[in-house]
């Protein structure tokens, strides 16, 4: 499955950005998908995942109640609303695919990833 992210760009602390990540090239709601993140200096973390159905999810705690993750099966897109963003979300954010079993928050359970998208939180 290819996957294409977007939707970042340069917000000032407290705002607001969704990423996208469409899918294509195989059968979109038979696999989970996750969001991770690379900030500069560190290494990929995880952010936040999503079950086949779209019924389950799990978000690390630094992004609880801040950080939405989401799917519409129908066209083959994962998004991740972020609110009340902060300095220390700055990263390149990275969707990913994989089949089960996985576990959800580890990223080499994911087969498939996008390029990623960057979102700089300016102070």
């Known amino acids: 499955v290819q996957l294409q992210a977007s939707g970042g760009g340069l917000v000032q602390a407290g705002d607001s950005l969704r990423l996208s990540c469409a899918a294509s090239g195989r059968t979109f709601s038979n696999y989970a998908m996750g969001w991770f993140r690379q900030a500069p200096g560190k290494e990929r973390e995880f952010v936040a995942a999503i079950n086949r159905s779209g019924s389950s999810t799990y978000n690390v705690d630094s992004v609880k109640g801040r950080f939405t993750i989401s799917r519409d099966n129908a066209k083959n897109t994962v998004y991740l609303q972020m609110n009340s963003l902060i300095p220390e979300d700055t990263a390149v954010y990275y969707c990913?695919?994989?089949?089960?079993?996985?576990?959800?928050?580890?990223?080499?359970?994911?087969?498939?990833w996008g390029h990623g998208t960057l979102v700089t939180v300016s102070s």
């Open positions: 990913a695919a994989g089949t089960y079993p996985l576990r959800l928050g580890t990223e080499g359970d994911y087969k498939y």
